[in-house]
T-cell receptor, first 112, second 119 residues
Framework: SQQGEEDPQALSIQEGENATMNCSYK?????LQWYRQNSGRGLVHLIL?????REKHSGRLRVTLDTSKKSSSLLITASRAADTASYFC????????????FGKGTRLSVIA | DTEVTQTPKHLVMGMTNKKSLKCEQH?????MYWYKQKAKKPPELMFV???????INESVPSRFSPECPNSSLLNLHLHALQPEDSALYLC??????????????????FGEGSRLTVL
């Protein structure tokens, strides 16, 4: 699979504000996944958007996908200190047991 | 049960030691993965097992030796490691390709990692 490129690399916001992070990729995909990683812990799957979907919601998370621009965005609304983590996007193209490849991620700091 | 369990959580070893990291899942997943993660870097893929067979080795040095004794277990045997091998080692699993069934989404389930320090 291909690596996504997250932007910005670091983001610092106040609690209650919205956080938006972006992901770009190079070739066509079957789906795109977002993961969260708290410091020193394992990655946690947040949300998956399929290539035929344009927007998806899960709680305070909103993901969009624009396949024409090969980009996705993750919006976290009403952020909390507990949202402080690194966020990774992972574009996936089906090919057997295709492993996910992770980019550098966005390090989000939510200040109480 | 949607957990991937990794043991030990922390491991300190000398360069001449032999140790193993263990990973277990009971979700019926047929693909299992080892990733290595250095501080402030993304996880890097090391190995993929599919149906208990090694399908991907990302040119990992032979001092790392993976083993998949059955569909629920994945081991990483460590021998003659270097201090630069100190990292967080993450195990993950996914459904893998299912013959005759719906294509899985490729979602990975990660363990909490084993923090390895090589002295």
């Amino acid at each position: 699979s291909q690596q996504g490129e997250e932007d910005p690399q670091a983001l610092s916001i106040q609690e209650g504000e919205n956080a938006t992070m972006n992901c770009s990729y190079k070739t066509s995909i079957n789906n795109l996944q977002w993961y969260r990683q708290n410091s020193g812990r394992g990655l946690v799957h947040l949300i998956l958007i399929r290539s035929n979907e344009r927007e998806k919601h899960s709680g305070r998370l909103r993901v969009t996908l624009d396949t024409s621009k090969k980009s996705s965005s993750l919006l976290i609304t009403a952020s909390r200190a507990a949202d402080t983590a690194s966020y990774f996007c992972a574009p996936l193209t089906f090919s057997g047991n295709t492993p996910l490849v992770f980019g550098k991620g966005t390090r989000l700091s939510v200040i109480a | 049960d949607t957990e991937v369990t990794q043991t030990p959580k922390h491991l300190v070893m000398g360069m001449t030691n032999k140790k193993s990291l263990k990973c277990e899942q009971h979700m019926g997943h047929r693909a299992m993965y080892w990733y290595k993660q250095k501080a402030k870097k993304p996880p890097e893929l090391m190995f993929v097992y599919s149906y208990e067979k090694l399908s991907i080795n990302e040119s990992v040095p032979s001092r790392f030796s993976p083993e998949c004794p059955n569909s629920s277990l994945l081991n990483l045997h460590l021998h003659a490691l270097q201090p630069e091998d100190s990292a967080l080692y993450l195990c993950a699993s996914s459904q893998g390709v299912m013959v005759g069934g719906p294509r899985p989404t490729g979602e990975l389930f990660f363990g909490e990692g084993s923090r390895l320090t090589v002295l």
